[in-house]
Every structure is written in C-alpha cells, then in structure tokens.
C-alpha cells in the first residue's frame, strides 16, 4: 500500500481552514457607516481616541486641517448679553460671533458667551428647581421623588444636615412589595406599603421593557443624583414611543425660555458665504420654547447617533446648551452615510441646529473625564460669599458631569 497520495489536510479541510482564517480576519466593521465609524472611535476606551481630531472652537488654529477651511466666523444678529449670559470685564467676542461649517447647512455655534458666575447660577438654580416635582426624571420610574427634589437631599446630605438615621434619607422604591426580592432593601428602613400608595408600579423599565432583575435597591441621595440621566420640561415626551403627551405638559423653566429666545434672536439672519451659501431666517417673534429635556452624563455615558423629529414643528431651530465636563459631539447628515464632524463642547458652549441640521444625525460618544473648567470648582476665584457656602456641593458633583439642555419649538405656528 502506498502511502504518497495521503496529505495530513485533504483539499475540503484546506478550504475549511482557509474559510475559518478568513472569517477570523474579516474585519466586522468594514461594511459600518461613517458615522458609526467615528462613534465607536470615540467611545474606544483601550487604547484613548486622538481628542486632537476633535474641533475645538477656542482652539480653532490646532483644528484638523480638513476642518478648518471649512469653518467661517459669522456675525451673529444680536449681541448675547443682560443678566443670565452674566457680565465679563472685558467685551468677549464670543457674545458677537458664532460660526459655521461648510457643508453642515443650518449649523450655527456659539463659543461659551457666559461669564463664570451665570453657569454657575444657571446651574444651581436649575438642579435644585428641575430635579423636584412636577418636573418627570428617569429616577420617577423607580423612585417616589419627595417635594424638595433629590438634589435638595443631596445638598442636606453633603451639609451633614441629613444622614442614615433621618426619615428622608432613603428616597423610597415604587415597588411592588410582592415583587422585592429578600435583602434588597432594608426593611427597617423602607416602609414599602406606604412607598407604593398612589402608584401603579407596571414592572416595566424607561424602555417599556419587563424587567426581570431590578438591581434596585434604596440608595442614599449622593448615589440617587449620579443615576439622574434625565429630566423634560414643557410638552411631555414618552421616550418608548418617542411621542408627545400633547395634555401634559410641566413650565419651560423661565431663564431658559429667556435665554433660549436670545439666541434666537442672535441667530436670525446668519449668513453662510462660501461655494454653498444659506442664510438661516426664523423671527424670534415667532418662536416658542414649549419642551425640551436637561442630559446628565457621566464618565461612561453617551448618546447614539439618532435623529430629533419627533416634535411636528421641524422648522425651528433646536437650541442645545452644555454645561460641565467637555463632550465630544458629533454633528452628522441626512443620513449615517454623511461623514459627520466631531465637536468639542465645553461648558458654556451654545449650539444652534436650524433647517436641514435640525434634521440631521447626531450623538455624543464620548464624556471626556477631568474637564471641568477652573470657575466651576469649588477652587473658583471669584465665588460670592453664598457660593462659597453652596457651590463646592455643586462642583464636587461636576467633576464628573456633563449637563446638556436641549430647548424645543414642538408645535407648528
Ligand atoms: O447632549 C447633547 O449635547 C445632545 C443631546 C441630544 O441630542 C438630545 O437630547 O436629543
Ligand atoms: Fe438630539
């Protein structure tokens, strides 16, 4: 018997192996859309994307080289100043200019115009007034929120004012006592049957999705406030269905409506000059800021891309604030198919997404950790006597934090 036709490997094995090898090193993601090639970009933790890539608007001579012949400086209509942008010693040009990118038509940017102190107001106003009733928050799925708000615990709580042994210390579960798993919650601490009077808890997550393992437990204010996600104001929108609730509806808060129209006014009128020129025009007489929603972001947060068209006005412009921590946003196209841009927000930093941007992809893939700015510590130089009683509270929570308010025109006019 001869043994010089046998190979260890028949041809079928050779093209088995071969199959196997090349499905190894396919590359998954060869087939992805530019803009979900820049997401997970940014989201990589090992090893850190380059943040050099990213437009910085106060930096713009670093800018990438593909970026920056784009990018036009424009004369905004009115000047962003009075009491809720704050004054600066000396006149920022930020409160005169905003700027625009060649091939995103409708995107309109503002470069912080805030003095130190009005974020800092700004904030704490709206963390102790939006984190109460009746303003709804991602903890109302799970929590019965108490009248003063959680951020009002957490600020006793960090005061030393509150501890385990109060009452109010643990925000109560809506849950259903039967449905509790032992030692979850300490029930000398929790009376569940009162917890529950007035709600029907429906075993259902923010996604309308039944949830089998609750991982809920009581927590102490300074673990309830770094599960706040996010808070809506205005006309009510009901993230499952992403629809409005057109009879509920919970006020605009007030200086957010001011400002909200001032940057509507700035805006009118900017102009676009280059090979595809565009002049944005919506009066601010006939805009209403009716909804909108307050983000909370921490380290590992982000947004995926998505498109904002629920609201059935998609004509006026969408007027989006950050405060905190930088993020990088990405500012895409009609489609995931456009190479969308990344952009660096800071605090204070003012977008404006108006006509075809206002129905564009976009999303924030990345909090960028150990960015807040010097005037939102609790070091800040030029704290007034009750700051220095009240802000460190504030600051010791943004350290990790990135806040975004989002300010909408829902209705048709
Ligand atoms: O956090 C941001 O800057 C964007 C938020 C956003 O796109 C949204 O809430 O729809
Ligand atoms: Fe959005």
């Known amino acids: 018997m001869s043994f010089s036709g046998y190979s260890a490997t028949s041809n079928r094995q050779k093209k088995l192996q071969l199959q196997q090898v090349l499905k190894r090193d396919a590359d998954p993601y060869q087939n992805q859309t530019p803009f979900?090639?820049?997401?997970?970009?940014?989201?990589?933790?090992?090893?850190p994307p380059d943040f050099s890539e990213v437009i910085d608007f106060q930096n713009l001579d670093k800018a990438p080289e593909e970026y920056r012949s784009r990018i036009k400086r424009v004369e905004l209509s009115e000047k962003?100043?009075?009491?809720?942008?704050?004054?600066?010693s000396e006149e920022s040009s930020a409160r005169n200019f905003g700027y625009t990118v060649e091939g995103f038509t409708g995107f309109i940017f503002i470069s912080n115009p805030f003095s130190g102190r009005a974020q800092r107001n700004f904030i704490r106003e709206s963390l102790r007034e939006f984190t109460k009733p009746p303003y709804i928050s991602n903890l109302d799925t799970h929590y019965v929120i108490?009248?003063?708000?959680?951020?009002?615990?957490?600020?006793?709580?960090?005061?030393?004012?509150?501890?385990?042994?109060?009452?109010?210390?643990?925000?109560?579960?809506?849950?259903?006592?039967?449905?509790?798993?032992?030692?979850?919650?300490?029930a000398k601490l929790?009376?569940?049957?009162?917890?529950?009077?007035?709600?029907?808890?429906?075993?259902?997550?923010?996604?309308?999705?039944?949830?089998?393992?609750?991982?809920?437990?009581?927590?102490?204010?300074?673990?309830?406030?770094?599960?706040?996600?996010?808070?809506?104001?205005?006309?009510?929108?009901?993230?499952?269905?992403?629809?409005?609730?057109?009879?509920?509806?919970?006020?605009?808060?007030?200086?957010?409506?001011?400002?909200?129209?001032?940057?509507?006014?700035?805006?009118?009128?900017?102009?676009?000059?280059?090979?595809?020129s565009w002049v944005h025009n919506y009066s601010k007489d006939d805009y209403k800021p009716e909804g909108g929603v307050f983000n909370f972001?921490?380290?590992?947060?982000?947004?995926?891309?998505?498109?904002?068209?629920?609201?059935?006005?998609?004509?006026?412009?969408?007027?989006?604030?950050?405060?905190?921590?930088?993020?990088?946003?990405?500012?895409?196209?009609?489609?995931?198919?456009?190479?969308?841009?990344?952009?660096?927000?800071?605090?204070?930093?003012?977008?404006?997404?108006?006509?075809?941007?206002?129905?564009?992809?976009?999303?924030?893939?990345?909090?960028?950790?150990?960015?807040?700015?010097?005037?939102?510590?609790?070091?800040?130089?030029?704290?007034?006597?009750d700051e220095v009683q009240d802000w460190p509270v504030f600051a010791s929570y943004l350290t990790t934090t990135r806040i975004n308010a989002n300010v909408r025109q829902v209705v048709a006019i």
């Open 36 to 47: 979900r090639a820049l997401e997970r970009k940014f989201k990589r933790r090992v090893p």
């Open 80 to 88: 962003l100043y009075g009491p809720l942008f704050g004054s600066v």
């Open 146 to 186: 108490p009248s003063c708000g959680v951020w009002n615990l957490f600020e006793q709580e960090s005061k030393g004012q509150l501890n385990e042994t109060s009452e109010e210390y643990f925000v109560p579960l809506k849950l259903d006592p039967t449905k509790v798993k032992e030692g979850k919650q300490d």
């Open 190 to 276: 929790i009376d569940t049957s009162s917890a529950t009077a007035g709600y029907q808890y429906n075993g259902l997550n923010e996604k309308g999705e039944t949830i089998r393992n609750t991982h809920l437990e009581v927590l102490p204010p300074h673990e309830l406030v770094k599960r706040l996600r996010w808070i809506t104001f205005g006309y009510q929108y009901h993230w499952p269905t992403k629809a409005y609730i057109w009879n509920e509806a919970v006020c605009v808060p007030p200086a957010l409506a001011e400002l909200t129209r001032a940057v509507v006014g700035a805006i009118d009128g900017v102009k676009f000059e280059g090979e595809s």
């Open 297 to 385: 972001y921490q380290p590992r947060d982000s947004l995926m891309g998505h498109i904002d068209q629920s609201e059935p006005n998609l004509t006026a412009p969408l007027i989006s604030y950050s405060f905190g921590c930088n993020g990088v946003f990405l500012m895409g196209g009609a489609d995931r198919n456009t190479p969308p841009i990344p952009v660096l927000l800071r605090s204070g930093d003012i977008m404006a997404m108006c006509g075809p941007c206002r129905k564009a992809f976009h999303g924030v893939p990345r909090i960028i950790e150990d960015t807040l700015p010097e005037y939102l510590t609790s070091l800040a130089s030029d704290l007034d006597p």
